[in-house]
């Protein structure tokens, strides 16, 4: 297990064994343990006390099928609260394939620096010189860091956005057929590697050294359980293959819960032209292609490549939030026009869901109309170019919403929410007050118990245990590498006591069946100790005033969780 430390202030790097604290643990569960431990709650997040931390998944590397997550942690710029953000790609599987449990970076390079960090196939670090790539989109970047490295490496990068410091900053990974279309998106995390003068990783590809599994016989036959309990999965199986996770643009509309134009309204008047079906029916008729890989060792292909009327790439993949917050909550119900933006967000490094409520949030306050395509492009590209407005933009939604002195600003804690209303997902609503990382829908989303009835959305009853539970087994899977799609098939008993062989497997530790549920409070509880310290009191655990006040159509409900019960939640 090998720990490497970047010291952007000295330029030094070291590799080093991972302290006996930190040890077992991976992804989400490392990144919290780290920054809790060496980062002072109460510093500026730009500034050289905060830590960028890399940490693939438990299994990350493994033989484990759709295992290639990452997850990066910091403090955020966004929301000031510990944080956590995930992607997917190759990178997780080649950082664990090097034996690389973590990388850590730290300090502040010299002002006007701009460097890269590479590790080559021995797990070697070294910083070097990238002021040839100052400013640079990630699409050229990328081109020209293959043209530099070589094939054999996969990359995370900042677009302009993360140069210029700016709040809504995405760090991007190339996917299987080396784009930059993979995100870890939320919080702000690419303004972080922007301050701290890192402008991409470069990773190679070929490592053959990876940690030893402890029990190898059993965590194949694991393995092979877990994969097939995929397979059959119906969602994982057939639904996401087919749709991606586009699916749920219907799904959600049916429930009355898919907020538009800036949370206006739960079901928007042109989604079966942005749907999943028709998005696959376009795709098809196109030359492009559904069922795509974009992440190392996934079976489930849920990705997509959309390409334009002559057959040329667009974006990928073209997901549900993304087509949410820049279609629904922008009024724009042209797929065409949704790819753009897609890709603008990415070219730039930008999270396309805090981006598309700044956007939304700005049209509903008159600087634009809802729908208005050309409107939002060059909304993107004064991001881009960093102008006045385009930095107010580029902020997230509760900077555009103080600018315009506007009232509706669907955001917890700085982060906007996700593509389900809570007024028609109440329960959502409760994981976006009270994650210890502002709205986040994949702290705990309930969106499965709605559509199988298991729990009356537009009721107050049960939410608060249902978001509990949904928190503390999200933490848990953010630790292992696991895809949180992939995760539905662990609703059944043989994948669940998989899941629990592979981690005994993989760490020589004979865990109960309660391991997840321990590891998932154990980083809940890191992260609040983390936000307290930092100055976050349970008054930030609040949803936007506007969701109690204004009823949301078709339902006309409001939120209804009361605030003494949401301080609950974290009663464990």
């Known amino acids: 297990m090998k720990l490497i430390r970047v010291d952007m202030t000295s330029q030094q790097v070291h590799a080093e064994e991972v302290p006996s604290r930190y040890a077992g643990i991976g992804g989400r569960g490392l990144t919290t343990e780290m920054i809790n431990a060496e980062v002072p709650p109460a510093c500026d997040p730009m500034s050289p006390e905060n830590k960028l931390i890399f940490a693939p998944g438990i299994l990350s590397g493994t033989s484990a099928v759709n295992t290639s997550r990452i997850s990066v942690g910091a403090k955020s710029p966004l929301t000031g609260t510990i944080k956590e953000s995930n992607a997917g790609g190759k990178i997780a599987a080649c950082l664990g394939k090097l034996g690389i449990t973590a990388v850590a970076v730290e300090g502040q390079a010299p002002e006007?620096?701009?460097?890269?960090?590479?590790?080559?196939?021995?797990?070697?670090?070294?910083?070097?010189?990238?002021?040839?790539?100052?400013?640079m989109r990630t699409y050229a970047l990328t081109e020209k860091l293959y043209d530099v490295h070589g094939a054999q490496n996969t990359l995370m990068c900042i677009g302009p956005a993360g140069e210029h410091?700016?709040?809504?900053?995405?760090?991007?990974?190339?996917?299987?057929d080396d784009r930059p279309c993979r995100a870890a998106g939320r919080g702000g995390l690419g303004a972080v590697m922007g301050a701290k003068g890192l402008k991409a990783v470069v990773v190679n590809t070929e490592g053959k050294s990876p940690d030893a599994v402890a029990d190898p016989e059993t965590?194949?036959?694991?393995?092979?359980?877990?994969?097939?309990?995929?397979q059959e999965n119906p969602f994982t199986g057939q639904t996401l293959p087919e749709l991606g996770t586009a699916g749920l643009v219907s799904a959600v509309n049916s429930l009355g819960a898919f907020p538009s134009l800036n949370a206006t309204q739960g079901v928007f008047t042109g989604w079966?032209?942005?749907?999943?079906?028709?998005?696959?029916?376009?795709?098809?008729?196109?030359?492009g292609k559904n069922k795509h890989r974009g992440c190392s060792q996934c079976i489930i292909q849920c990705s997509n490549e959309y390409v334009d009327d002559k057959g040329g790439y667009m974006t990928a993949s073209l997901e549900y939030e993304t087509i949410w917050s820049m279609g629904g909550m922008t009024g724009i119900d042209d797929l065409d026009?949704?790819?753009?933006?897609?890709?603008?967000?990415?070219?730039?490094?930008?999270?396309?869901?805090?981006?598309?409520?700044?956007?939304?949030?700005?049209?509903?306050?008159?600087?634009?109309?809802?729908?208005?395509?050309?409107?939002?492009?060059?909304?993107?590209?004064?991001?881009?170019?960093?102008?006045?407005?385009?930095?107010?933009?580029?902020?997230?939604?509760?900077?555009?919403?103080?600018?315009?002195?506007?009232?509706?600003?669907?955001?917890?804690?700085?982060q906007g929410i996700a593509a389900y209303d809570p007024r028609g997902m109440q329960g959502n609503g409760v994981t976006y007050a009270t994650s210890t990382m502002g709205a986040?829908?994949?702290?705990?989303?309930?969106?499965?118990?709605?559509?199988?009835?298991?729990l009356d959305p537009l009721s107050a009853e049960g939410q608060v245990e249902a978001s509990r539970s949904a928190q503390i087994a999200m933490a848990a899977l953010d630790c292992t590498g696991l895809c949180m799609l992939a995760a539905s098939a662990l609703n059944?008993?043989?994948?669940?006591?998989?899941?629990?062989?592979?981690?005994?497997a993989k760490t020589g530790t004979s865990l109960g069946k309660d391991v997840m549920t321990e590891m998932g409070k154990r980083v809940l509880k890191t992260e609040r100790e983390f936000n307290r310290r930092a100055g976050i009191t349970r008054e930030e655990d609040r949803l936007p005033r506007f969701?109690?006040?204004e009823p949301l159509p078709p339902h006309n409900r409001v939120f209804l969780v009361e605030d003494e019960d949401l301080d609950q939640v974290y009663k464990f």
């Open 112 to 135: 006007g620096r701009l460097f890269q960090l590479v590790i080559d196939g021995s797990g070697r670090a070294s910083l070097q010189d990238a002021a040839a790539y100052k400013g």
């Open 165 to 176: 410091g700016l709040k809504s900053a995405s760090i991007q990974t190339t996917d299987v």
């Open 219 to 230: 965590f194949q036959k694991a393995a092979k359980t877990l994969a097939r309990a995929i």
């Open 272 to 287: 079966e032209k942005i749907s999943g079906e028709t998005m696959a029916e376009v795709i098809r008729k196109r030359g």
């Open 337 to 414: 026009t949704i790819a753009r933006l897609d890709f603008l967000c990415d070219d730039i490094g930008l999270d396309t869901m805090n981006t598309g409520i700044a956007l939304a949030v700005a049209m509903d306050a008159g600087y634009k109309s809802f729908g208005d395509a050309r409107a939002a492009i060059d909304m993107l590209e004064e991001i881009a170019a960093g102008t006045e407005m385009g930095l107010i933009l580029g902020n997230g939604p509760a900077a555009v919403g103080k600018h315009f002195n506007h009232h509706r600003i669907p955001a917890v804690k700085g």
């Open 440 to 454: 986040d829908h994949t702290a705990g989303n309930l969106i499965g118990q709605y559509l199988g009835k298991q």
């Open 492 to 504: 059944s008993s043989d994948a669940a006591e998989a899941m629990v062989s592979l981690l005994s």
């Open 547 to 549: 969701f109690r006040e």
